[in-house]
């Protein structure tokens, strides 16, 4: 069954993932708003909206449901060369606006993009809360590669990447890594599967367990320092010095 949900009233509950019925790719709602106490509900249930411009909000609980346990990260032998080469910086939340129109920008292996207007103001909302934030690599001046996601608790819920140089994704995705170990997070939810993800290291677990696994990263409060960064050179990060 697929809930509707009411587009007036960010207070409604959602349905339980771990009982609803097993919909196709995991979706689970249809309808609302993304008004910011209903995207904080929804995260923290593990539910996510992803629709495009033509359809109503569609919120969804895939299962199984792909993440990345930061520790696990796969770093290959070639991008430990690039990240020792340097020459590229890496920050946090200087330019989220930037990240999400580039994230936001067609592929060309797609007809359109999914990040629609409406969700660029929600997102930039959360950022204003302190719980959305953006993780960008710099060539000097020139944003070369970001991802951007939310934060609640020691959860990591990551949202979309760009890359305008080559690896810059996957740059920006061990750096998140480090950071994500060193202050304690559980995983890097990254939703769906794909074979960019896989290649660094992420895997497909049971709705059930991902919920589980969430809740108790969720329980826990957020360590403020992990998103207080000045800038880092890549030849800096751990995974090129090893």
């Known amino acids: 069954m697929i809930y509707q949900l ?7 509950v959602f349905p339980d993932p771990a009982r609803a019925e097993r919909e196709p790719d995991g979706l689970l709602a249809i309808g609302g708003d993304l008004h910011p106490r209903r ?13 495009s411009e033509d359809q109503p909000i569609l919120w969804w609980s895939p299962d199984p449901r792909t993440v990345l346990y930061p520790e696990r990260v796969h770093v290959s032998r070639s991008l430990r060369k690039l990240l020792r080469r340097g020459g590229l910086s890496l920050r946090i939340d200087t330019a989220f606006e ?22 660029q103001t929600a997102y930039r909302q959360l950022h ?6 953006s993780i960008e690599l710099w060539r000097q001046d020139e944003l070369v590669g970001g991802l951007y996601g939310l ?20 740059v ?52 403020a320092a992990m998103w207080r960064l000045d800038g880092l ?3 800096d990060l751990e995974h090129a010095r090893a």
């Not at 009411?6 to 409604?12: I, L, M, Q, S, V």
């Not at 204003?128 to 934030?133: N, P, Q, S």
Request: aromatic content about 12%.
């Open 6 to 12: 009411n587009g007036t009233a960010p207070e409604t």
């Open 98 to 119: 930037a990240v999400t129109r580039e994230c936001a920008a067609p592929r060309a292996d797609q007809g359109g993009t999914w990040l629609s207007p409406e969700m």
């Open 172 to 223: 920006v995705m061990i750096f998140l890594c480090e950071r994500l170990v060193r202050f304690g997070y559980r995983f890097l939810d990254c939703q769906v599967f794909n074979p960019h993800l896989e290649s660094m290291g992420a895997e497909e677990i049971s709705r059930a367990r991902f919920l589980d696994e969430l809740a108790a990263a969720v329980s826990v409060s957020e360590p």
């Open 128 to 133: 204003h809360m302190g719980v959305a934030h």
């Open 233 to 235: 050179d890549c030849s």
């Open 39 to 51: 995207l904080l509900q929804a995260y923290a249930q593990g539910i996510f909206p992803w629709y």
């Open 151 to 170: 934060a609640i608790g020691r959860a990591f819920f990551g949202e979309s990447m760009f890359s305008r140089i080559a690896s810059a994704s996957r």
